[in-house]
């Protein structure tokens, strides 16, 4: 079965300092991975994925995360926090073989000014 | 650009009440979802479709649930007799290439069961 656990429901984060946001996996089969973004009142936007390849993959807004298989993680960093960060985060997993994501239950992210 | 849009984007109901929630996909897309979040819980899956049928369901989703696109533009999810828990945000979505390509999210669904 598949799964996706995000540690930290809140974050905060002065504006300029770095963010992390965790996410680890549980996945029966390679998965790909995923980071998507939901602002007040907005759907969810892709942030960035791996799907094969290249570990680091980068994304838009500055955003990268990182799929690290043997600590069965893909930790979203960006590496200096703007006020329009501020958003719902979620990483979610979807096994190679299937169609169906798995999404973790979310970060929300405040950015300090 | 082109977006997934939703409608309606709250809807109050009464229990056992029939609700249908529209979403007109981006139009060269050919899969099909929805998701639903109920408030303070994660995003869960529900159903996927793909070349008129149903390809993967939850087991969330039940014979109280339903998904239809009559008229190949709209993508619509019922629930017949509608229940407290249903109360959520319903996020329909659609991706031209499946689970290697991106899915594209409409702005949601609330539904509210009283």
């Known amino acids: 079965a598949q799964s996706v656990t995000q540690l930290g429901s809140h974050v905060s984060v002065s504006e300029g300092a770095l963010v992390l946001l965790r996410c680890n996996y549980s996945?029966?089969?390679?998965?790909?991975l995923f980071w998507y973004v939901q602002y007040p009142n907005q759907g969810l936007q892709l942030l960035l994925k791996y799907t094969t390849g290249a570990t680091l993959v980068k994304g838009i807004n500055g955003f990268e995360a990182e799929f690290k298989k043997s600590e069965t993680s893909f930790h979203l960093t960006k590496p200096s926090a703007h006020m329009s960060d501020a958003a719902e985060y979620f990483c979610a997993v979807i096994k190679n073989t299937g169609n169906q994501f798995y999404f973790g239950t979310g970060t929300s992210l405040t950015v300090i000014p | 650009e082109p977006e997934v849009t939703q409608t309606p984007s709250h809807q109050v109901t009464q229990m056992g009440q029939e609700v249908i929630l529209r979403c007109v996909p981006i139009s060269n897309h050919l899969y099909f979802y929805w998701y639903r979040q109920i408030l303070g819980q994660k995003v869960e899956f529900l159903v996927s479709f793909y070349n008129n049928e149903i390809s993967e369901k939850s087991e969330i989703f039940d014979d109280q649930f339903s998904v239809e696109r009559p008229d190949g533009s709209n993508f619509t999810l019922k629930i017949r007799s509608t229940k407290l828990e249903d109360s959520a945000m319903y996020f329909c979505?659609?991706?031209?290439?499946?689970?290697?390509?991106?899915?594209?999210f409409g702005e949601g669904s609330r539904l509210t069961v009283l």
């Open positions: 996945s029966s089969v390679p998965p790909y």
């Open positions: 979505a659609s991706s031209r290439t499946g689970h290697t390509g991106e899915l594209f």
